[in-house]
């Protein structure tokens, strides 16, 4: 069958094969990268429902069912790489630049803390000012805010004494996406400068570390076809990470993607469902991206199988800046005060929501 470019769509109704290949999927927990690729291809409103159908089974199945919190801390917003799809890119002249302090980190955690998040992630560009031993301090004064806090960090490719350093430190896991595992598609999204090759090297010295490990890729990026969105998950099984994160594609100011279409969330939500049937005991995060474009997007990622919030604890004048999105967007509802609402309409869908370190120290 023709591949086709997935930006443009891809809805059919749910046939006999269709239906084979889910049930198969939630039996086996795996599939072709031809099977999964036509699971995407033809994908409509009555898959995903049946999808989130096997995928809750799954949910109810674990001993803790619950969803669970993480605070997301945006550390800083300058980086020295050129991401084509990236508002943070260096040469991005509208970007708003900033970063925060130790103190100010500190702070954030303390807030969560009070909230009832104990698990926090330290995100940011590839910023040169923090040096090893600035995060590594920085690592070390959160750890010792309470006995049951976990760090993980997404701050970008480092060496492999800079990473055994943070590990040493107490950072727990580390997220390092690689967007894509096919070379060439890699460098339609990044400058030459940028090597596929390198950043599965960090992703496998950070699972040398006993880093808990987290990868993944984008959805809708231009370019982007059912071909290579399907061949991740063969990738996903060879590196097998503990955390999945993917993000939909949204168009950012001032890069040479910002006339491009966003991804569509609804593409987001059936690649969150194969995510959870393909592999069920990954921590799977519903990104913050999917919240800005679909007002339900937390609630509907976590029918889809994520369970994992990623809560902005961020203050909220540097989160306006973190995001750097073009045209007309939800305002994300995981800020610090705003905690208790999200709490209230996960509870009002049944979903209990909890503290990441009843789960993660059983890994
Ligand atoms: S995606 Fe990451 S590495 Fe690339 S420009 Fe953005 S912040 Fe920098």
Excluded at 305 to 310: E, K, R, S, T
Aim: contains cysteine; glycine residues 8%; neutral net charge.
């Amino acid at each position: 069958m023709k591949d086709k470019n997935i930006r443009r769509g891809g809805v059919g109704t749910v046939n006999e094969g269709l239906q084979e290949y889910a049930h198969r999927l939630r039996v086996m927990g795996q599939l072709s990268s031809a099977e999964y690729a036509e699971l995407i291809r033809f994908r409509d409103g009555e898959l995903l429902q049946l999808l989130c159908s096997y995928t809750e089974q799954i949910r109810k199945s674990r001993p803790d069912p619950s969803i669970m919190w993480v605070g997301t801390i945006d550390l800083t917003s300058y980086c020295k790489n050129n991401c084509y799809y990236c508002g943070m890119r260096r040469d991005n002249r509208f970007a708003e630049r900033y970063r925060m302090s130790t103190e100010e980190v500190v702070a954030c955690c303390l807030e969560g803390l009070e909230h009832g998040i104990s698990c926090f992630l330290l995100q940011g560009g590839e910023d040169l000012w923090y040096t090893p031993d600035v995060v590594a301090d920085m690592i070390w004064r959160i750890c010792s805010l309470s006995e049951d806090v976990t760090v993980l960090l997404s701050l970008g490719e480092k060496s492999r004494a800079v990473y055994q350093k943070w590990r040493d430190a107490g950072a727990t896991g580390y997220i390092l996406c690689h967007q894509t595992a096919n070379d060439s598609f890699y460098r339609k999204l990044h400058p030459a400068q940028m090597s596929l090759l390198r950043r599965k090297q960090c992703l496998w010295e950070l699972k040398e570390l006993g880093y808990l490990v987290g990868s993944g890729f984008m959805i809708g990026t231009p370019y982007q076809r059912v071909a290579e969105l399907a061949d991740e998950f063969a990738f996903l099984r060879q590196l097998a990470p503990d955390i999945m994160m993917v993000d939909t594609f949204l168009a950012a100011n001032g890069t040479p993607f910002e006339q491009e279409r966003n991804g569509m969330p609804d593409l987001t939500y059936l690649i969150l469902s194969l995510l959870r049937l393909s592999f069920p005991d990954i921590y799977l995060p519903v990104s913050q991206t999917v919240e800005l474009t679909d007002r339900e997007g937390v609630l509907r990622g976590v029918q889809a199988g994520a369970d994992m919030v990623l809560a902005d604890l961020t203050p909220e004048p540097l989160r306006r800046k973190y995001h750097c999105f073009k045209g007309r967007l939800m305002r994300g509802q995981t800020g610090a005060g705003k905690l208790e609402k999200y709490r209230r309409s996960l509870q009002e869908a049944y979903y209990e929501i909890a503290d990441i370190h009843r789960r993660i120290g059983q890994r």
